[in-house]
């Protein structure tokens, strides 16, 4: 298991339910966009810390970009409608096993394009698969 993309996808995954006909895209970027898209990526470095024996926080900050056409107030108010939306319901995502939540959401909007800055933290369990070791048997007496 691949952490950091299952992180992605697990809000990949969220964003596609709440918007399903606006193309997403992780890393790999067209040349052309559409009218409308989003695009994520992580923003910074993701911290991993051992908190427990066999617990790790891993936390970050992922820079979910809002891309629409440029109208000026019209582009805003669009802008203002994605942030709320997503500040709204991305909060708690689920993806297979992971469990992602999301602390905070702060927007930035650059040359019309709405910055979703979100910090994220997830905590993973390691398993132990060395198996227990099970009673000791005495070794037989040998008489000679």
């Known amino acids: 298991m691949d952490l950091l993309n299952d992180i992605m996808n697990c809000v990949s995954v969220a964003l596609d339910a709440i918007y399903p006909d606006c193309p997403i895209f992780v890393e790999l970027v067209p040349n052309n966009l559409p009218k409308r898209c989003f695009i994520l990526d992580y923003a910074g470095t993701v911290d991993v810390v ?50 992602l939540r999301i602390d905070k959401h702060q927007r930035r909007d650059v040359d019309d394009v709405m910055h979703d800055i979100c910090d994220f933290t997830i905590f993973v369990y390691e398993l132990n698969s060395t198996p227990a070791m099970q009673t000791l048997t005495q070794r037989p007496n040998i008489t000679t």
């Open 50 to 99: 051992r908190e427990m024996a066999n617990r790790w926080r891993v936390s970050g900050t992922i820079d979910i970009k809002y891309i629409a056409p440029k109208r000026g107030d019209v582009s805003k108010k669009e802008n203002n409608a994605v942030f709320l939306e997503i500040s709204l319901k991305l909060r708690h995502l689920t993806y297979k096993e992971l469990k």
